[in-house]
C-alpha cells in the first residue's frame, strides 16, 4: 500500500582526504511525497544488500552546499521548474 510523507530529504557528503578541512554536501528535498513502490533484494555472499523505491512527489528543490576550509559556507538551491509527464524533472 501506498505511504504518504510530507517531507524527506537525500543527502550525500563528499569529503576529499587532501583537503579535510573542505566538505561538499548535494541535498534533494522532496514535499508531498507517496511511496509507490518498495524492493528489496540482493544476492548471497558478500554483495550487499539492496532496496529500491519508488517516490513520487508535488515539490522538490536541490540544494548544493559547499563548506571551504576558512569555514565560510556556498549555498545554491534550485527548485522544480516542471514535472513532466513521464515522471522526470526539470530544474530551473
Known amino acids: 500500500s501506498d505511504a504518504e510523507i510530507s517531507e524527506a530529504t537525500v543527502m550525500t557528503t563528499i569529503r576529499d582526504d587532501q583537503k579535510p578541512d573542505e566538505e561538499t554536501q ?3 528535498v522532496m514535499r508531498d511525497l507517496l511511496v509507490t513502490s518498495y524492493q528489496t533484494g540482493g544476492s548471497a555472499g558478500d554483495a550487499p544488500p539492496v532496496e529500491e523505491l519508488t517516490l ?11 563548506k571551504a576550509a576558512t569555514g565560510e559556507v556556498q549555498e545554491t538551491r534550485s527548485g522544480v521548474n516542471v514535472c513532466l509527464g513521464d515522471g522526470s524533472v526539470r530544474f530551473k
Not at 513520487?56 to 559547499?66: D, L, M, P, S, V
Open 26 to 28: 548535494f541535498l534533494i
Open 56 to 66: 513520487n512527489f508535488e515539490e522538490a528543490e536541490t540544494i548544493y552546499r559547499h
